[in-house]
């Protein structure tokens, strides 16, 4: 799994096991790169999840800790997506949705596909 971010643009790159560990186990660790244009800090890593929900009203949902700090400064963040959500990559080989309000975006691709 790669997964870098600027700023608040998150590009997750899985492979085709890793998507499907997604499904099965519900749950996806790994780390994400994050480069700043606001801090000027580039390359520096967050620990991060991705939680298969399928029964989640929304597409996505996004949750950091600390809650309130710098989406760069966050010790890990979490992305949950929902059925539709899944489906739509499984289809197209890429999906994504904004979050944060309209601030964030985040896209899964999985690899080859």
Request: glycine share 8%; with cysteine.
């Amino acid at each position: 799994m790669k997964v870098r971010a600027i700023c608040l643009e998150v590009f997750a790159e899985l492979s085709e096991k890793e998507f499907r560990e997604l499904k099965e186990l519900g749950v996806l660790n790994g780390m994400l790169r994050f480069s700043s244009n606001v801090t000027g800090e580039t390359d520096y890593s967050i620990p991060i999840e991705f939680r298969f929900m399928r029964s989640q009203k929304e597409q996505l949902v996004v949750e950091q800790s600390p809650r309130k700090v710098y989406f760069g400064r966050a010790n890990n963040i979490s992305f949950k997506i929902n059925k539709h959500f899944y489906e739509k990559v499984e289809e197209n080989g890429t999906y994504g949705d904004r979050f944060y309000g309209a601030e964030g975006k985040l896209i899964i691709q999985v690899k080859d596909r």
